[in-house]
Every structure is written in C-alpha cells, then in structure tokens.
C-alpha cells in the first residue's frame, strides 16, 4: 500500500533518517513514526497555524536552540527526535511517555503547571493518539504506516532501551 504523499524514494529516505536518529537518541523508532505521523502526516512541508516547521513540526525558536533548520528534512528529524529525547529524559514512571508527549505538543511548562498532561483537549487528543499509535506499532510491526509493503524489506527495529 503506497502512501500517495511520498514520492519514489522518499519512505526509504524517511526510514534511514528515523533509524539513524532513534538509535543516536535511544528511541524507540516506532515512537517517531507515531510522532511524524501526528505531527506532519509525513509531509515535510507542513507549517501548523502556530508556526511549526516540517515533519516533527518543530518551532522556529525550540529549532534555534538546537541549532538546526526546520526547513531542511534531515535537520528538522534529527532535532525533532533530540528534542523528544529531551522531553523523555525529564520525566520517570509509568507515564514518563505520555508526559514527554505532552511537553513536546504544549511544552514542559504546563506539564509542570498541570502535574501532568494539560487539560487542553488538543494536548490530551495528542498524547492519546499517538499512545495508542506506537503501542499499536509495537505489538504488530506495521510497516504500511507510510507505505512500506508486508513484502518489502522493513529496517526499522525496536530499539531494547531502557530510556524508551
């Protein structure tokens, strides 16, 4: 089942730049996906309303701070699974994934207010599909979540680390 928003060579491109960057990060590769997918449906032009840049829709000032062009593909994955990490590394516990989550949609300072994820129902839509996603990932190894075929080669392993 192709992804019509992917051209030719572009889920092979997608797959080696999430792979490589999960693993720098120790993430959880099917965590991205489910994040890129919420995020940008995979498309890496993508600009939300509130001024979010490309496939991990990542802020024009949260970019500055990690030094990288949201407008370049590569750079925009690459800080935008850094910045998960970030996000991942501040929390602990059962819900340490949703809370990660949360701070990367409605950032770590109404986490912080909250106690947890914000009442905002954007926020807790977001953190819910996206659990429901990755966990749905992991228990089938789906590989048509952007086009790769049950027949085609998939990459991608789930990473055996302890940080998610």
């Not at 590769?29 to 509130?50: D, G, Q």
Request: net charge neutral; glycine share 8%.
């Amino acid at each position: 089942m192709a992804n019509p928003k992917l051209k030719d060579g572009e889920i092979e491109w997608l797959y080696t730049r999430i792979d490589k960057y999960s693993r720098q990060h120790n993430i959880d590769p099917y965590l991205i996906v489910a994040v890129m997918e919420k995020e940008s449906s995979f498309n890496h032009e993508t600009i939300s309303s509130s001024g979010a840049l490309g496939l991990m829709q990542i802020m024009p000032s949260t970019a500055k701070e990690l030094g990288v062009n949201p407008k370049r593909a590569e750079e925009n994955i690459e800080g935008g699974i850094r910045y998960l990490r970030q996000q991942l590394d501040k929390y602990d516990g059962e819900y340490k994934v949703h809370y990660a989550l949360a701070s990367y949609n409605a950032g770590a300072g109404a986490v912080r207010k909250y106690g947890g994820i914000p009442l905002y129902a954007e926020t807790q839509n977001y953190v819910r599909k996206i659990v429901e996603k990755y966990n749905k990932l992991k228990q089938s190894g789906n590989r048509e979540v952007i086009g790769i075929s049950e027949n085609e080669d998939f990459k991608l392993t789930t990473l055996e680390a302890e940080n998610v």
